[in-house]
């Protein structure tokens, strides 16, 4: 074991029931050839990943090379959801946020809807019903353009403040991965924020394939035997997140 990973292994080893961990790699449509690389990690491992796919920059080449990994029998697997619309900014003033204040119902629910029109020509009910917003943010009119539909949960921080009106399930990430390892930090920050998260019942890790390199991609080959060897770690798609949702599983014609 690497001894990065050591603050890890202790922090699973104090639970008394097993964490559930899970992944998000975000913006799926930019950096192709990254993106495969990091799905061949997982692969390698059979550790799930789900990907946040932003729909404006979803290509056919891509959709269909997605496909074909969401098809492989066996542990692990992809899954994919929808992340934003075209992941650009409409705030003129503070943090950027493509479903801010800037934007109101009716406008949040053409982008939200047609990107999910767009997910489900490419992948069939593969597409899970589930929704990351870019930067992590939103607003109360984006949690309620997702009930009206349909949607069955929102991804963002674990920081994020709670919407206000009628509740959406939440499926919150609570760790950084490329915030944790930028330059300069080495590998102990991120080590122990991991170790941190795992006192939880869930720890989601969020991971961005376009800024990552071979060096994030080793130390991926470090943790995952970890996480999915130990027995106080599950690793799970972010849909066995939500009880009781059961998927039925149809390919658009595309991939038949």
């Known amino acids: 074991?690497?001894?990065?990973?050591?603050?890890?292994?202790?922090?699973?080893?104090?639970?008394?029931?097993?964490?559930?961990?899970?992944?998000?790699?975000?913006?799926?449509?930019?950096e192709d050839r990254r993106l495969f690389a990091l799905l061949d990690v997982f692969a390698r491992?059979?550790?799930?990943?789900?990907?946040?796919?932003?729909?404006?920059?979803?290509t056919p080449m891509l959709a269909n090379a997605l496909l074909q990994r969401m098809s492989r029998p066996g542990p692990g697997g992809v899954g994919v959801h929808q992340h934003g619309h075209a992941h650009v900014n409409h705030e003129r003033e503070g943090r950027k946020c493509e479903f801010g204040p800037s934007?109101?119902?009716?406008?949040?629910?053409?982008?939200?809807?047609?990107?999910?029109?767009a997910l489900i020509a490419a992948f069939g009910s593969l597409a899970d019903r589930i929704f990351t917003p870019p930067w992590n943010r939103c607003t109360a009119d984006t949690a309620q353009v997702l009930r009206d539909l349909g949607f069955d949960a929102l991804?963002?921080?674990?920081t994020a403040k709670p919407l206000p009106g009628d509740a959406i399930a939440e499926i919150p990430v609570a760790v950084d991965w490329c915030k944790h390892r930028a330059a300069g930090t080495g590998t102990d920050v991120l080590g122990a924020r991991i170790a941190d998260a795992l006192a939880d019942e869930?720890?989601?890790?969020?991971?961005?394939?376009?800024?990552?390199?071979e060096a994030d991609?080793?130390?991926?080959?470090?943790?995952?035997?970890?996480?999915?060897?130990?027995?106080?770690?599950?690793?799970?798609?972010?849909?066995?997140?939500?009880?009781?949702?059961?998927?039925?599983?149809?390919?658009?014609d595309a991939a038949l």
């Open 1 to 30: 074991m690497s001894d990065w990973c050591f603050p890890i292994a202790s922090a699973l080893d104090r639970r008394g029931t097993p964490c559930t961990v899970f992944f998000r790699d975000d913006d799926a449509g930019w």
């Open 217 to 252: 991609l080793a130390l991926l080959d470090d943790l995952l035997p970890l996480l999915r060897g130990h027995p106080m770690s599950h690793c799970a798609p972010m849909t066995d997140l939500l009880p009781g949702i059961c998927r039925a599983v149809e390919l658009p």
């Open 103 to 117: 934007r109101d119902y009716a406008a949040q629910r053409e982008s939200i809807e047609s990107g999910h029109e």
């Open 155 to 158: 991804s963002r921080d674990v």
């Open 202 to 213: 869930r720890c989601g890790i969020m991971l961005h394939h376009a800024v990552m390199d």
């Open 45 to 58: 491992h059979a550790v799930p990943i789900d990907l946040a796919v932003i729909p404006s920059a979803l």
